[in-house]
T-cell receptor, first 116, second 113 residues
Framework: GAVVSQHPSRVICKSGTSVKIECRSLDFQATTMFWYRQFPKQSLMLMATSNEGSKATYEQGVEKDKFLINHASLTLSTLTVTSAHPEDSSFYIC????????????FGSGTRLTVV | GNSVTQMEGPVTLSEEAFLTINCTYTATGYPSLFWYVQYPGEGLQLLLKATKADDKGSNKGFEATYRKETTSFHLEKGSVQVSDSAVYFCALPYNTNAGKSTFGDGTTLTVKP
């Protein structure tokens, strides 16, 4: 149980286009989801916290107009990288909080974005 | 492929007790190793890391030593506090060859006063 499906796993897009990444909780409801970014061999960086039905909370330095997060249902959160540039190339990963605070977290498998 | 095996939880300790959370890994080469912490209602934070064998990462009283011979990176703290109650994740970094980042399942620590 407690599976989070993240798609796509890899995407290559042209500079200037937008890319949407989906994060779905398959067998549980996730009121809170987290989006992270990670460069090779480095640690995760929290980008934003997404709560169902409300606006995401972005970490300092993360452009909310560039990284659009939508958490429209209890099982789906999306991250859209708008007007992508090569410097946005990175590994993006989501995690979902299982139930209430302290119930644990499940990670998606991640998305490798390459902007050319 | 890469994998991380982390001690199952939950773990409940009294304040000032000694903490160990075990973590072993399988990976090609000698990757960096990380411990992350997630406090209730917050996102993951990097707790400490080690980049090569025999390195000791430390932060906030927590320590972990990169043991190549046992492929382990156990997290320890000599005297836990209530404020240490959180979920702890052992992880390998994103690897371009593996195409993914690898986490342990997380260990929930509850410290009681």
């Amino acid at each position: 149980g407690a599976v989070v499906s993240q798609h796509p796993s890899r995407v290559i897009c042209k500079s200037g286009t937008s890319v949407k990444i989906e994060c779905r909780s398959l067998d549980f409801q996730a009121t809170t989801m987290f989006w992270y970014r990670q460069f090779p061999k480095q640690s995760l960086m929290l980008m934003a916290t997404s709560n169902e039905g409300s606006k995401a909370t972005y970490e300092q330095g993360v452009e909310k107009d560039k990284f659009l997060i939508n958490h429209a249902s209890l099982t789906l959160s999306t991250l859209t990288v708008t007007s992508a540039h090569p410097e946005d190339s990175s590994f993006y990963i989501c995690s979902a909080q299982r139930g209430r605070q302290g119930s644990g977290y499940t990670f998606g498998s991640g998305t490798r974005l390459t902007v050319v | 492929g890469n994998s991380v095996t982390q001690m199952e939880g939950p773990v409940t300790l009294s304040e000032e007790a000694f903490l160990t959370i075990n973590c072993t890994y399988t990976a090609t080469g000698y990757p960096s190793l990380f411990w992350y912490v997630q406090y209730p209602g917050e996102g993951l934070q990097l707790l400490l890391k080690a980049t090569k064998a025999d390195d000791k990462g430390s932060n906030k009283g927590f320590e972990a030593t990169y043991r190549k011979e046992t492929t382990s990176f156990h997290l320890e703290k000599g005297s836990v506090q209530v404020s240490d109650s959180a979920v702890y994740f052992c992880a390998l970094p994103y690897n371009t060859n593996a195409g993914k980042s690898t986490f342990g399942d997380g260990t929930t620590l509850t410290v009681k006063p």
